[in-house]
């Protein structure tokens, strides 16, 4: 008398075609496109005040610290000096040409005398006009003192300390450095072995976990160049509007390099291995009880958990996804707890 074995509890998984889809999973970070060094307009100075600090959102002509124009000052209160006396001159010498015009005018004097008086006016207004010229340039010199944004943005980095000498160049000295907040960037570096299937236009995926923001984007560009140390080349993605990120913070890159539509993929933890090659455990139905049945296939790309099946299994087959192990091909099997 031959005993029949009990079927084997099992779960099944219906195959249906899909894209399947794989990333190239990289670590990047968020740039500013724009970055500004602030700069005066002279030659710089000596910092007398600094009026943001580090965090700071700014405007496009905001001020941001002044110089010490101290003696630009005493140049424009000496120039204004000289003009008032030069105008006080002038304000007699007018007088002195009226009165001697009246007296022409009724055949008092001479003509000399008149043409002497209107030519130290015209003089006169000549170093007045010349000296007001030099008010306004000494004006200006002073008023550099005053170091204004040229952008909107938030002040990223201000190394600058006040009583140090300041000129905007980070090479030279302290600095105060703004970002636009409304042009950033993520920049990740792409391994040199994978470049060739990175392109402007390459479908991404971003994740910054610090932020818990996650957002699809483009490449916007491949840099030609392969670093000699990272062995790699820099690649952007363009951060969409209303996204609010911070320049530096950490980005998860997922930057699609192939795709397979209308493939199939399954689980990877039910391929197996004999010695004939690979294969997964299918639910058949076979005179009205149904069996394992092992199906040869040729698998491709592998992603997360999920790999590409190019051949062997179709749409509609019932894979078995759990209660696979043990099982040989033709052991009959149950979808129902006993």
Known sequence: MVIEQAPKLVALTTIATGDFKHYLDLQGKVDAQNVTYITPRGQGGQIKSILV???????????????????????????????????????????????????????????VQLLQA??????LQGQLNAIAAQVKAAQEQANMADVYSNVDGV??????????????????????????????????????????????????????PDANQKFNSVVTFVSRTIGATTRGANVEVKVPSGVTLRPNQIAVVKLLDYTAPNSIAMPLNVLQTDEN??????????????????????????????????????????????????????????????
């Not at 002040?155 to 090479?171: K, R, S, Y």
């Open 53 to 111: 600090k580090e965090g700071d959102h700014v405007r496009k002509g905001q001020l941001v610290l002044r110089l010490d124009n101290s003696v630009a000052v005493e140049n424009v209160n000496a120039i204004k000096t000289q003009m008032n006396s030069v105008k006080a001159q002038l304000a007699l010498a007018q007088s002195v040409y009226e009165r001697q015009k009246n007296l022409w005018a009724q055949h008092i004097g001479t003509e």
């Open 155 to 208: 002040v990223d980095q201000v190394t600058a300390n006040v009583g140090e000498l300041f000129t905007g160049n980070p090479a030279a000295g302290g600095f105060v450095k703004i970002v636009s907040s409304g042009a950033l960037k993520i920049v990740v570096n792409v391994p040199e072995s994978n470049l060739d299937k990175i392109k402007t236009g390459t479908p991404v995926i971003v994740q910054i």
């Open 277 to 338: 090659g690979k294969y997964v455990l299918v639910a058949a139905k076979e005179n009205g009880r149904m069996v394992a049945r092992k199906r040869k296939v040729e698998v491709g790309q592998l992603y997360g958990d999920n790999i590409e099946v190019k051949s062997g299994l179709k749409d509609g087959d019932q894979l078995i996804t759990e209660g696979y192990l043990g099982l040989f091909d033709g052991q009959l099997i149950t979808t129902n707890v006993q």
């Open 118 to 123: 209107k030519t130290n006016v015209e003089s």
